[in-house]
């Protein structure tokens, strides 16, 4: 198997007594789809925002490439080549589509020693990519929802990362609109950038991932390919109840 | 081709239009509108003070270049980066004093004293901002308010006197153009500092067009839009944030020393006197936050309205009493309807009692 581009160890994250992370162990390979599922308040973005620094880890280590970058100021561990996309978009509402995915380009892992100008042109390759082509100059709070989260996607790729998180992006995203973000996800997959992807929209994972970790108070719950862990039985449990859990069991046997 | 609705621009089908020397020179038609309005503004200023004005006329105009400086200076820590800085008379303060102690003590010439005056104001925005810049919102505000009282302390406490003569302030040498005396110096030294005035803003302009071009420009902008958001884009905010906070210091320090000179006397309550700091904000809000002319035209607009309050008498009623009243209800009125400024004018299509009414429902006044 190819090269180890992201492991956690033990990483742990406490808010007061409640443990949001748990222990969670998890290795990703160069090139490889990981998708993160679990209930509402499971830990998965906590996690991502643990791996980049967002937030202070409690305990355990992050290493990217073999080496740890535990605890690293959270604009280094971007610089890296670690992007991420948010939940709730942040896009900079007083700036251009255009701008806002400059700032992308200016700074990230492809932005030392980049001018200005070669950093717009950077980003307006990228907007066409993701096919906010036509609307560079608007005002990024005039966009839609499906428009934000595309520039959610163009800021992180305009960094030319080698592993980006991408945390629910199809979330609120109409079937048609879910269809194209998941083209455009695959497309970046193959263009070699290693994806975690968090998502409930369960559609996406099973038509992106190669491998699927779920998560359950911070815990690590199952992992597999998709069928295997949307088939386990703990699995079902956890999104659906106890008692439809043991009703499917007894169905089956 | 048809073009059955000529008043709706198809942007899909917009072709890039033939790029002239011209042009690339000037941007956009609406840029070069600007730098031709600019230019005119510029040579007016320049004529300004062969036009034999009264020596109140020309120190009135001095003062008011002087405050769009301040404004600009605080534009760009509170328009572009979006922190709130209420401590800024702390640099200009030790711009005025650095000035000072080195024209007197050192006896350096008045430029060079000025440009380490400022930088003196920088160092000290750097070790202030370090700490100070982690705080967001009201918290940094207050904190920033309570350096700058602190600083007046540090400045007027008995044990530095042998350096800033404490509370009882320092005189500096008169402006001596050579082979003039009397009248014709005074007047001479008037026209300098009018010049020199000018000079900065020019330069502080000059200065906030190429931030607004630079990739510092593009990390302050993204950090007062979001800040985690930047963070997560590769931008060190901390050093971004520093550097738009000496760049701040640094002509807010530029302006003390040149004050300074301009007085010949500072004392720490006057110089540290926490009105300078509310003047430049005021000025910038009131131009438009985070454009590169809105809080120099600010500052003009400021200092006339203020000007015009304290020394005019409208229909024989004296308003001096009543001007800092007055302009308080001018300046509420102008958040409540022109919360980005006068450059609320610029880029809309018409203006409308309508746009007024909008700025008030937007912001929930």
């Known amino acids: ?253 | 081709m048809s073009n059955l609705k000529p008043e709706t621009p198809n942007l899909q089908s917009k072709k890039p239009m033939p790029v002239t020397r011209w042009d690339r020179l000037l941007g956009t038609r609406r840029n070069a509108v600007y730098l031709g309005a600019c230019a005119v503004v510029l040579v007016v200023l320049l004529i300004l003070p062969h036009m034999s004005l009264s020596g109140f006329v020309l120190t009135s105009l001095t003062t008011a270049l002087l405050l769009a400086v301040r404004a600009q200076a605080w534009n760009f820590i509170g328009g572009y980066t979006g922190y709130a800085a209420f401590g800024n008379v702390a640099f200009y303060g030790l711009g005025a004093y650095g000035t000072a102690i080195l024209m007197t003590k050192l006896h350096w010439p008045f430029f060079l004293a000025m440009l380490v005056g400022g930088l003196v104001a920088t160092v000290y925005a750097v070790i202030v901002g370090l700490p100070v810049l982690r705080m967001r919102g009201q918290y940094f505000a207050i904190a920033t308010l309570g350096v700058a009282e602190a600083t007046r302390e540090l400045v007027s406490s008995p044990q530095l006197s042998r350096l800033t003569a404490g509370p009882t302030g320092i005189n500096l040498p008169f402006f001596r153009p050579a082979g003039l005396s009397g009248a014709a110096a005074a007047e001479a030294g008037s026209i300098f500092f009018y010049y020199v005035a000018m000079g900065l803003v020019v330069l502080v302009v000059l200065a906030t067009w190429w931030l607004t071009r630079s990739k510092l420009g593009y990390s302050l902008v993204a950090i007062r839009e979001d800040e985690d958001a930047a963070k997560m884009l590769g931008i060190n905010t901390t050093w971004a944030k520093v550097a738009a906070f000496a760049l701040s210091a640094f002509f807010t320090g530029l302006v003390g020393g040149h004050y300074a000179y301009w007085r010949t006397f500072i004392l720490p309550e006057e110089v540290f006197n926490v009105r300078y700091t509310l003047e430049g904000i005021l000025s910038a809000v009131l131009g438009g936050p985070g454009t590169i002319l809105g809080p120099v035209v600010g500052g003009g607009i400021y200092d006339a309205v203020s000007t015009f309050l304290t020394f005019s008498k409208p229909f024989g009623i004296d308003l001096g009493q009543f001007h800092v009243t007055i302009l308080g209800v001018f300046i509420v009125m102008v958040i409540v309807f022109l919360p980005r400024g006068v450059a609320d004018f610029f880029g809309r299509r018409k203006l409308s009692w309508g746009m007024f009414l909008e700025n008030v429902r937007q912001n929930r006044v």
């Open chain 1, 1 to 253: 198997m190819s090269e180890v581009i992201l492991a956690t160890v033990s990483v742990s994250k406490h808010f007061g007594g409640l443990a949001a992370v748990d222990r969670v162990d998890m290795t990703l390979h160069r090139g490889e789809v990981l998708g993160v599922i679990g209930p509402n308040g499971a830990g998965k973005t906590t996690f991502v925002n643990v791996i980049t620094n967002l937030l202070p880890i409690t305990s355990g280590q992050v290493y990217y490439k073999g080496k740890e970058i535990t605890s690293w100021p959270a604009h280094l561990i971007a610089r890296l080549g670690v992007a991420r996309t948010f939940q709730v978009v942040k896009p900079f509402k007083r700036m251009t589509v255009r701008e806002n995915a400059t700032v992308g380009a200016m700074y990230g892992a492809g932005g030392r020693g980049r001018s200005a100008a070669q950093a717009i042109r950077k980003a307006e390759e990228v907007l066409e990519f993701v096919g906010l082509g036509d609307q560079m100059d608007k005002q990024a709070d005039q966009l839609t929802l499906a428009g934000l989260k595309r520039l959610e996607l163009a800021k992180a790729l305009a960094m030319e990362p080698e592993l980006l998180c991408l945390d629910e992006v199809m979330a609120g995203l109409n079937l048609r609109e879910t269809e194209a973000a998941m083209d455009l996800v695959r497309e970046i997959n193959r263009r070699g950038v290693t994806l975690l992807i968090i998502e409930h929209v369960m559609k996406a994972i099973v038509g992106v991932c190669q491998r699927v970790m779920v998560l359950h108070y911070g815990q690590k719950l199952a992992e597999g390919t998709p069928q295997e862990v949307l088939n386990h039985p703990l699995v079902i449990e956890a999104y659906l109840g106890q008692k439809f859990a043991r009703r499917q069991a007894m169905g089956k046997a």
